[in-house]
C-alpha cells in the first residue's frame, strides 16, 4: 500500500479501502462500529487514517474466516477500548468450539462405526422396523437424551430424518434402535453445521443402500471445514499480533 501513503504517512479512506479491496463506506462503518480506531480529521473534517488504522483494518478481515463477522468485530472493540483480557476471552472461546466441534465429528464417526448393515432397512422393507427391545424408546426420553425438544424430533420426522413407529394402542411415537440411531446421526450432523435438507439426502441412502459412503463424504467434507477454521484462526492470531505490536 505504500504507493497510496499520503504525506506525513497518513491515508485518506480511499486508500485503505482500496488495498483491501472494499468500498470507503465500509471503511467508515468499521471506523465507527469501533473496529478501527477513531480517525485523526484535517482542518476542512476530512477523515485520515495512519499505519495503525491499516494493520487493525489487515486483522480484522484475517479474523472474520475463522471467527465469524460477529465475534471478529466484538475482538476489535475490545482491543481498542484497552480490553485485551476480553478479546483474549474471545479467542478463547473460538478456540473452544473449535475443539468442541472436532469431538462432536469424532462422536459422529464413532456413530457410525456402530452402524451395521442388519440394522438397516433395505429396499422393500416395510416403513415400520420392528421394536429393538421391549416398547422401545418414547419422544420424551428420547429428547432428554439428546438434549433436545420433542418439537424437533417432531420436526425431524416430518424432514425424513427419523420414522417412529405408532404405538396401536396410545398413538405415542416409539423409536426403535435404528431410529434412536438416525436420532443421534441427525442431531451430531445439525451441530456440525448441516441443514435439515442436507441431512435427510444422507440418512435416507443409508437407508435404502445399507451403505455408509454419503455420511462418510459428509465427514470428509467436515474434516476439512474444521481444517481450514483452524489454520483460519491461526492467520487471524497472526494479524492481530501485529496490531497489538502496532498499537504498542
Known sequence: MGKNLQSGGRFRPIDL??????????????????????????????????????????????????????????????????????????????????????????????????????????????????????????????????????????AWERAGLVRPRRDPRTGYRVYDEADVRDARLAHQLRRGGYLLEQIAPLISQVRAAGGLEPLEAALRDWHGRLSARGRALLTGAAALEEYLRELG
Do not use: C, K
Open 17 to 154: 479501502a482500496r488495498g483491501h479491496g472494499l468500498s470507503t463506506q465500509a471503511v467508515r462503518n468499521y471506523e465507527e462500529a469501533g473496529i478501527l480506531p477513531a480517525a485523526g480529521r484535517t482542518a476542512h473534517g476530512y477523515r485520515t487514517y495512519t499505519s495503525l488504522h491499516a494493520a487493525a483494518l489487515r486483522a480484522f478481515l484475517a479474523l472474520v474466516p475463522g471467527h465469524g463477522h460477529r465475534t471478529a468485530a466484538a475482538i476489535m472493540r475490545a482491543v481498542n477500548r484497552g480490553a485485551a483480557d476480553e478479546a483474549f476471552r474471545l479467542i478463547d472461546t473460538s478456540h473452544a468450539q473449535l475443539l468442541d466441534d472436532r469431538r462432536t465429528l469424532q462422536a459422529v464417526e464413532s456413530a457410525l462405526g456402530d452402524l451395521e448393515p442388519a440394522t438397516v432397512p433395505g429396499p422393500g422393507a416395510g416403513s415400520e422396523p420392528a421394536v429393538a427391545g421391549p416398547g422401545g424408546t418414547f419422544i420424551g426420553t428420547l429428547a432428554g437424551q439428546l438434549g433436545i425438544r420433542p418439537a424437533t424430533l417432531r
